[in-house]
């Protein structure tokens, strides 16, 4: 075995008397544990709800988004989207007209944002698989039907079981103003509630659907869209996406953009990954501070300790090899603090995640507990900080105060 890391073991967990040494010694790995325990709970947890809100915004969000570089809509081009569904790769697509328009009942309006969509919507979304109340129906035989969400419903006070249609008021596109009738500057329509939808604030309060041929009318749309959502395969790769989004690219041409999820909210994904990196060096901060536990640890250690530097240096042993022992005995107080606070982290993380025995504080969100999402990334992460932490914290007492010892 070797020699330092030996003498270093005995000094940490010797079985024979305790000392104070050994006290202040097992409140540095305390110390440690804690923190290390911490920073990974607050990683896994914001792992999770960084899954969960791009789960949330995937079943909105398409694959790919196909938008005019100027303006707000175009003219539908069949042969382009006949060629559209034969690149290699993708599985569908979807058209959506998407306008604001004024939602009034008996008692409340509200101006939300209508997305006409055709039929065969929700094979390209993940909306209908998030429907708080109903169902997501938008067409039967002899009526249009509209899904808002859960934000809008609840300002208008209506749902599925509101038996009286919802107003719809939308600008004419080709009209005068009209002073004395300003009624006749709006094209209206009514449609009932066939479902509420339940995906996150920002979509809640926005969004309202109605069927393609439903907003054409009301919105004077002749053989127009505002843009094309796409569904790729999902087996596809990252790099093979990718492609794909270039051959959509490339068949639209310069007039349009073609954008992939992150492109879509490229602001998000960037606040979340940079709220991430703030989070764990503001934690291994935190965990800084407490290794200063350490260096007092050491420093009460080689004072105590002297006697025995003496002993050694008699028995042959140099500076370098004493030096070690005691650097050894600090990276000893924080590996031993970092594997127990990982192994705790990751108990109390499986433990949230089978039971879910921390609860949610905010009533009627989509979760009931709080998410959490173990990564290898994080743990290796946090275990390598918390060994460098411990390396620095011992090489200080154990560079400069054993000076005054071994001579």
Do not use: H
Request: proline share 3%; net charge negative.
């Amino acid at each position: 075995m070797n020699f330092p890391f030996f003498v270093a073991k005995r000094y940490l967990i010797s079985k024979k008397s305790k000392s104070v040494i050994n006290i202040i010694s097992g409140i540095s790995v305390a110390g440690v544990t804690v923190g290390t325990m911490a920073l990974f709970v607050v990683l896994s947890v914001f792992n999770g709800f960084d899954g969960l809100i791009k789960s949330l915004f995937n079943s909105f969000d398409p694959d790919i988004k196909i938008l005019p570089l100027e303006g707000k809509n175009f003219e539908v081009d069949s042969a382009i989207l006949v060629s559209l569904s034969k690149i290699d790769g993708v599985l569908c697509y979807a058209t959506v007209i998407e306008e604001e328009a004024l939602l009034k009942t008996n008692e409340r309006q509200y101006i939300a944002t209508i997305k006409g969509v055709s039929e065969n919507y929700i094979d390209v979304s993940g909306v209908d698989t998030m429907i708080y109340e109903g169902e997501f129906l938008l067409q039967s035989e002899q009526y249009p039907f509209m899904v808002v969400g859960y934000g809008v419903a609840t300002f208008l006070s209506a749902g599925v079981s509101y038996n009286t249609p919802i107003k719809v008021f939308a600008p004419k596109r080709k009209a005068s103003v009209d002073m004395l009738n300003p009624e006749n500057d709006f094209n209206s329509e009514q449609i009932m509630i066939s479902g509420v939808f339940n995906i996150q604030k920002e979509f809640n309060e926005k969004f309202v659907f109605v069927p393609e041929s439903f907003a054409a009318q009301l919105l004077d749309y002749e053989n127009k869209i505002s843009y094309i959502e796409v569904k790729l395969n999902q087996n596809l790769s990252d790099s093979e996406s990718e492609k794909v989004r270039e051959n959509i690219e490339q068949l639209m041409g310069k007039n349009f953009e073609v954008k992939n999820r992150y492109q879509q909210n490229a602001a998000l994904y960037k606040i979340m990954q940079s709220e991430k990196w703030i989070i764990f060096l503001i934690l291994s901060f935190i965990l800084t501070i407490a290794s200063f536990n350490v260096v007092g640890s050491l420093a009460m250690l080689i004072i105590d300790k002297k006697a025995d530097i003496a002993t050694l240096r008699a028995l042959g042993a140099n500076e370098k090899s004493i030096r070690k022992i005691f650097l050894m005995e600090g990276w000893l107080i924080s590996i031993s603090g970092a594997v127990i606070g990982l192994f705790l982290g990751v108990t109390l993380c499986f433990t949230q995640k089978m039971l879910g025995f921390v609860p949610f504080p905010e009533q009627g969100f989509i979760i009931q507990e709080y998410p959490v999402e173990m990564q290898l990334f994080d743990f290796l992460s946090v275990f390598a900080v918390v060994v460098v932490i411990g390396y620095i914290a011992a090489w200080y007492p154990v560079r400069y105060i054993t000076k005054n010892y071994i001579s």
